[in-house]
């Protein structure tokens, strides 16, 4: 009798085994995607939160300085007098708000006194006119915009952009088709790892200091379309 009970004992016991590793087996299967997404979805918010930080920070820098866009390193001698250096008095702790938390090259960034993000061009470097006289179409002034809410600011830097004194601004005038886009900007930075900038979403920091997030696609239809979504003469 005592045999057959252990025998019975036995048999539950290597069957609730089996099923437990199966529970577990599946469990895992589940749980890791989520924990993925639920990571990223941390990230995606920690970075716009960086984003309206600095949008805040240019607001008041404009406001003591005429109205003006701070200068990026095309216009700045130093790179310590880069645009996020310059709104840095106006930021709670520069060293946090400068790098996305999904940036891969963020280390490198923090430790080269770089960024994460870039500037648009048109409102960081001025469209000059023959003889160094200003253009009527230079968008470096916040408080001659025309559209501030439809204005993009800053994006988020480029896996393949060069980590050097330039690399705190976009080419964006330039952006006359994709791969132009991809080199200075990670339009997929949040749900693809796809190397062409496709498959996923962005944040992206407007002039009157809101915060959108963009699918990479539909930027990617916009310059199919020649419309360059940084140029806010296209809005």
């Known amino acids: 009798m005592d045999d057959l009970r252990k025998s019975r004992t036995a048999g539950i016991a290597a069957f609730t085994l089996i099923e437990l590793l199966t529970v577990i087996g599946v ?58 250096y310059t709104i840095a008095p106006y930021l709670g702790e520069v060293d946090e708000v400068r790098i996305c938390p999904a940036d891969p090259q963020g280390p490198e960034r923090l430790e080269l006194n770089l960024t994460s993000y870039v500037l648009n061009e048109f409102v960081v470097v001025p469209n000059m006119a023959p003889f160094c006289q200003m253009r009527t179409d230079s968008y470096t002034n916040l408080w001659r915009l025309q559209n501030p809410a439809l204005t993009m600011v800053a994006f988020i830097a480029s896996d393949s952009m060069p980590l050097g004194d330039h690399s705190d601004h976009t080419h964006s005038r330039g952006w006359g088709n994709w791969n132009r886009v991809i080199a200075d900007i990670q339009p997929n930075r949040f749900g693809s790892e796809r190397s062409d900038g496709l498959g996923g979403s962005s ?21 199919l379309s020649g419309n360059n979504p940084a140029d806010p003469v296209n809005l």
């Open 27 to 84: 469990l895992t299967a589940i749980l890791i995607p989520a924990i993925g997404a639920t990571q990223q979805s941390a990230q995606k918010a920690k970075c716009a939160s960086n984003l309206r930080q600095i949008g805040q920070a240019i607001s008041l820098f404009a406001m003591n300085n005429n109205g003006y866009f701070p200068l990026s390193t095309h216009t700045a001698p130093n790179i310590d007098e880069s645009w996020i």
């Open 203 to 223: 944040n992206f920091l407007f002039a009157d200091g809101h915060v959108d997030t963009i699918e990479a696609e539909a930027l990617h239809q916009k310059i």
